[in-house]
């Protein structure tokens, strides 16, 4: 699995292990609401900028060959740069993630424990609107 996909399951793990957690559980993670969101949109940039970062990784590659032929010892080596991480699995890793979020935060604000403002933050931060209350 590659890292982009790593850590955002490792996030997702966290915020989905949490959201059904009860008030007083769930309070030691909304007080660091913010931080989650950061993590979230961490995660985002991760997913979204990797086929960028590939591509120059691969045209990095290609650069450094041709300045540098391979000798007779490594004709058989691969000097291709594989890409591991399909776009389906970095579009079902993002989806994983904002709907892993939306519980997480929504449930937070359903306890009380995120305020109006708070939650307002965070929207802005995922640039996306979380649930509405119920």
């Avoid at 993590?39 to 045209?59: N, S, T």
């Avoid at 490594?74 to 709907?99: P, V, W």
Wanted: net charge negative.
């Amino acid at each position: 699995m590659s890292y982009v996909l790593e850590q955002t399951e490792a996030l997702v793990a966290v915020l989905e292990r949490a959201a059904p957690f009860t008030p007083h559980r769930l309070a030691a993670y909304a007080i660091n609401a913010e931080f989650w969101a950061s993590e979230v949109h961490h995660c985002h940039e991760l997913l979204d900028g990797y086929i960028q970062r590939w591509q120059r990784m691969r045209q990095a590659t290609d650069d450094y060959v041709r300045e540098h032929p391979i000798s007779q010892e490594q004709q058989d080596s691969d000097t291709r740069t594989s890409r591991h991480t399909k776009d389906s699995e970095i579009r079902a890793a993002r989806l994983r993630l904002d709907a892993a979020a939306q519980r997480f935060f929504t449930r937070c604000h359903r306890a009380g424990l995120l305020s109006g403002e708070r939650v307002a933050e965070i929207e802005s931060m995922l640039s996306y609107q979380l649930e509405e209350s119920q």
